[in-house]
């Protein structure tokens, strides 16, 4: 048994609130890689199980999937006996109430399976667009056998591999019910921080081909396995991965990704894994087994095989593969999916602080990220014209070739501050809001989908006073900031202040962290729309105004118990940084309230301390606690007053 974090519950919720109310559409939930769907899925079947006696398949299109999903499934619900039917398993089950089977292998089966109350896809961004095959017709099998069987789908991507939503009023997933991000996850420490970087050897993809939304595969390799670049790219890798745990590695064909073992080998001194399509299944999992440091036996003498930090692979390990102390990505490819870029990098996501990992690196020698743009903001949404909107444009650091947001004149690596670059001229074929006019603005109003608190510190200026940073959710991965400064002084405190009263109707806190406590204890009011402003030349657009709903109350400032604590153990927290710089609790000049608040702080203090003390002391004589009245009775002498 497992707690849900919360927003696996939230997504858990949605699932039952848009079964509830929209009866004739199948819902579809999206949670980053990382973020544990297969907790969630497990939940939703543990609850139609157990609460409603319902029967349920699980679909998903690789054996991994299946048995994570199994296995999440049996310790939540350990009493439910669980099914799998999939030739790749050899299991071919099929009277359990709760079922777990690889599309390839009951598509056309429904019959033999029975009928089902409860269908739930795994993975559904690999949902095909032309008809949906074997879901489609597994679905309309099923809805013979019971007309109200209900579709679930479960996604980290709201769009296919190959381009396109894969919720649409045509398609077999119709809704997206519930999404929450990348930046938020990282944000609440759920997923690794990320960093990037580009190869600083490329090759020239600029005329390369695409053939039913990605690149023309043999075009790829052309560019990509190519003696020059292979040599400089192992090298770079094994360079800037010397103090790195795992080392993922994406290739672009089977040939490329034996030069890449070859070389990484020789310029590392050590075995390079490599998984291809052709692998067999003895061999892969053993090859997985040694790069997620488990104990492969060598012989029959008891020794072990080495384990691996370099994995090469080709197009085998973007989904249903779980290593989270993967810690670089390298991506030896370039993509024209979206999709797939985002789950090449998402390999890293996980958190493995068990093995010393503090963030992911990125390194990227096929332009993916310039391509995409950042693996949080990918925006893929289909036009009028069948086309896609474009991301955001990224630049690179001449120094360092880390990759960032063309809005920032400094590298976050390195601190380079980038030349001002003239634009090349674009000619669009849409009509923007821009304003045509230098002196013109653009202005639009968004709907507000989630709101966002974090302490934000300047990078290189740790000096500077922190700010509460405040994000407003506007779409799938899209977001706009508020900066609110209640630790500066004059304009900036008193903005903020406006600002916080506004929203809390009670005086703005004097640190971020008293502000976040607040926060999450609900104590602002969120606002349902935003209206943002844009300058021609500025790289940051402005909020010019907010709405709120006409009938929420102002905020009590009044906090639970559990909140008033964490204020309090801030408060303190900050009066002992304080002492320690001036060197002493008290200044006799000081405001009386602060000399009357340090005092009784410095008096729980004692009575604890005491109390500790005097627990062991009764305990090593014997005394019996009623009998210690004056047991600490004794004179203070002026060297032990602590001001």
Same mark, same amino acid.
């Given at each position: 048994?497992?707690?849900?974090?919360?927003?696996?519950?939230?997504?858990?919720?949605?699932?039952?609130?848009?079964?509830?109310?929209?009866?004739?559409?199948?819902?579809?939930?999206?949670?980053?890689?990382?973020?544990?769907?297969?907790?969630?899925?497990?939940?939703?079947?543990?609850?139609?199980?157990?609460?409603?006696?319902?029967?349920?398949?699980?679909?998903?299109?690789?054996?991994?999937?299946?048995?994570?999903?199994?296995?999440?499934?049996?310790?939540?619900?350990?009493?439910?006996?669980?099914?799998?039917?999939?030739?790749?398993?050899?299991?071919?089950?099929?009277?359990?109430?709760?079922?777990?089977?690889?599309?390839?292998?009951?598509?056309?089966?429904?019959?033999?399976?029975?009928?089902?109350?409860?269908?739930?896809?795994?993975?559904?961004?690999?949902?095909?667009?032309?008809?949906?095959?074997?879901?489609?017709?597994?679905?309309?099998?099923?809805?013979?056998?019971?007309?109200?069987?209900?579709?679930?789908?479960?996604?980290?991507?709201?769009?296919?591999?190959?381009?396109?939503?894969?919720?649409?009023?045509?398609?077999?997933?119709?809704?997206?019910?519930?999404?929450?991000?990348?930046?938020?996850?990282?944000?609440?420490?759920?997923?690794?921080?990320?960093?990037?970087?580009?190869?600083?050897?490329?090759?020239?993809?600029?005329?390369?081909?695409?053939?039913?939304?990605?690149?023309?595969?043999?075009?790829?390799?052309?560019?990509?396995?190519?003696?020059?670049?292979?040599?400089?790219?192992?090298?770079?890798?094994?360079?800037?991965?010397?103090?790195?745990?795992?080392?993922?590695?994406?290739?672009?064909?089977?040939?490329?990704?034996?030069?890449?073992?070859?070389?990484?080998?020789?310029?590392?001194?050590?075995?390079?894994?490599?998984?291809?399509?052709?692998?067999?299944?003895?061999?892969?999992?053993?090859?997985?087994?040694?790069?997620?440091?488990?104990?492969?036996?060598?012989?029959?003498?008891?020794? %072990?095989?080495?384990?691996?930090?370099?994995?090469?692979?080709?197009?085998?390990?973007?989904?249903?593969?779980?290593?989270?102390?993967?810690?670089?990505?390298?991506?030896?490819?370039?993509?024209?999916?979206?999709?797939?870029?985002?789950?090449?990098?998402?390999?890293?996501?996980?958190?493995?602080?068990?093995?010393?990992? %503090?963030?992911?690196?990125?390194?990227?020698?096929?332009?993916?990220?310039?391509?995409?743009?950042?693996?949080?903001?990918?925006?893929?949404?289909?036009?009028?014209?069948?086309?896609?909107?474009?991301?955001?444009?990224?630049?690179?650091?001449?120094?360092?070739?880390?990759?960032?947001?063309?809005?920032?004149?400094?590298?976050?690596?390195?601190?380079?501050?980038?030349?001002?670059?003239?634009?090349?001229?674009?000619?669009? %074929?849409?009509?923007?809001?821009?304003?045509?006019?230098?002196?013109? %603005?653009?202005?639009?109003?968004?709907?507000?989908?989630?709101?966002?608190?974090?302490?934000?510190?300047?990078?290189?200026?740790?000096?500077?006073?922190?700010?509460?940073?405040?994000?407003?959710?506007?779409?799938?991965?899209?977001?706009?900031?508020?900066?609110?400064?209640?630790?500066?002084?004059?304009?900036?405190?008193?903005?903020?202040?406006?600002?916080?009263?506004?929203?809390?109707g009670f005086e703005l806190p004097d640190t971020v962290d008293e502000c976040l406590i607040y926060a999450e204890a609900g104590k602002l009011k969120r606002p349902r729309k935003i209206t943002v402003k844009k300058t021609p030349g500025s790289d940051w657009p402005t909020i010019t105004k907010y709405e709120f709903a006409a009938d929420e109350p102002p905020s009590d400032p009044e906090l639970d118990e559990e909140h008033a604590l964490l204020v309090a153990n801030q408060r303190i927290a900050e009066i002992r940084k304080e002492a320690a710089a001036a060197g002493s609790w008290i200044d006799l000049d000081a405001d009386p309230a602060d000399i009357e608040e340090r005092l009784a702080i410095i008096d729980a203090e004692e009575e604890q301390q005491q109390a500790a003390t005097g627990s062991a002391v009764y305990a090593e004589h014997g005394i019996p606690p009623e009998d210690n009245s004056g047991y600490f009775r004794r004179?203070?002498?002026?060297?032990?007053?602590?001001?």
């Amino acid at each position: 048994m497992f707690d849900l974090r919360y927003y696996q519950q939230e997504s858990v919720n949605a699932v039952y609130a848009h079964l509830q109310q929209k009866p004739d559409t199948n819902p579809c939930a999206v949670l980053p890689t990382g973020a544990g769907k297969s907790i969630v899925i497990a939940k939703i079947v543990s609850d139609a199980a157990t609460l409603w006696n319902g029967r349920i398949l699980i679909l998903a299109h690789v054996k991994e999937l299946l048995e994570q999903n199994a296995a999440k499934i049996a310790a939540l619900c350990p009493d439910l006996k669980i099914g799998m039917y999939s030739a790749g398993l050899n299991r071919r089950d099929t009277d359990n109430q709760v079922l777990v089977a690889g599309i390839q292998s009951v598509y056309n089966k429904a019959d033999e399976l029975g009928a089902f109350d409860l269908i739930l896809i795994d993975e559904a961004h690999l949902i095909p667009p032309d008809g949906d095959g074997m879901y489609q017709t597994l679905l309309n099998e099923e809805k013979a056998l019971n007309p109200n069987v209900r579709l679930i789908g479960f996604t980290a991507t709201p769009y296919r591999l190959r381009g396109g939503l894969i919720c649409k009023p045509e398609n077999l997933l119709n809704e997206i019910c519930y999404e929450i991000g990348v930046r938020e996850l990282i944000m609440r420490k759920y997923l690794s921080p990320l960093r990037s970087k580009n190869g600083k050897t490329k090759a020239d993809l600029s005329d390369l081909h695409i053939r039913a939304g990605e690149f023309i595969a043999d075009e790829i390799a052309a560019k990509m396995d190519n003696e020059q670049l292979v040599y400089a790219a192992c090298n770079e890798i094994v360079k800037l991965t010397a103090d790195r745990k795992k080392v993922l590695i994406f290739a672009s064909s089977v040939a490329h990704a034996e030069h890449i073992k070859t070389r990484i080998e020789y310029a590392a001194g050590q075995e390079c894994g490599i998984v291809i399509g052709s692998t067999s299944k003895e061999e892969r999992a053993e090859i997985l087994d040694r790069f997620k440091d488990k104990k492969v036996p060598a012989d029959l003498f008891g020794a %072990t095989k080495p384990t691996l930090k370099y994995l090469v692979n080709v197009g085998v390990l973007t989904t249903g593969f779980d290593a989270p102390a993967v810690d670089t990505v390298v991506l030896l490819r370039p993509t024209a999916s979206a999709g797939l870029y985002y789950q090449m990098v998402g390999r890293g996501f996980r958190l493995s602080p068990e093995t010393g990992k %503090t963030d992911c690196m990125i390194l990227d020698y096929g332009g993916n990220i310039m391509r995409h743009g950042p693996v949080d903001m990918i925006r893929v949404e289909e036009t009028h014209g069948g086309g896609k909107k474009q991301p955001p444009p990224m630049r690179e650091c001449p120094q360092c070739q880390a990759v960032f947001p063309a809005g920032r004149t400094q590298c976050p690596d390195c601190g380079f501050v980038m030349p001002r670059q003239e634009r090349a001229l674009h000619h669009g %074929t849409r009509a923007a809001s821009d304003g045509i006019l230098s002196d013109q %603005t653009s202005e639009t109003e968004f709907e507000v989908q989630r709101v966002y608190y974090s302490k934000h510190i300047k990078r290189g200026a740790p000096e500077k006073p922190p700010t509460l940073r405040v994000e407003y959710a506007i779409g799938f991965n899209d977001y706009i900031s508020d900066w609110i400064c209640p630790e500066h002084s004059g304009y900036a405190r008193k903005k903020s202040e406006k600002w916080w009263q506004e929203r809390a109707g009670f005086e703005l806190p004097d640190t971020v962290d008293e502000c976040l406590i607040y926060a999450e204890a609900g104590k602002l009011k969120r606002p349902r729309k935003i209206t943002v402003k844009k300058t021609p030349g500025s790289d940051w657009p402005t909020i010019t105004k907010y709405e709120f709903a006409a009938d929420e109350p102002p905020s009590d400032p009044e906090l639970d118990e559990e909140h008033a604590l964490l204020v309090a153990n801030q408060r303190i927290a900050e009066i002992r940084k304080e002492a320690a710089a001036a060197g002493s609790w008290i200044d006799l000049d000081a405001d009386p309230a602060d000399i009357e608040e340090r005092l009784a702080i410095i008096d729980a203090e004692e009575e604890q301390q005491q109390a500790a003390t005097g627990s062991a002391v009764y305990a090593e004589h014997g005394i019996p606690p009623e009998d210690n009245s004056g047991y600490f009775r004794r004179e203070q002498t002026d060297d032990e007053i602590p001001f």
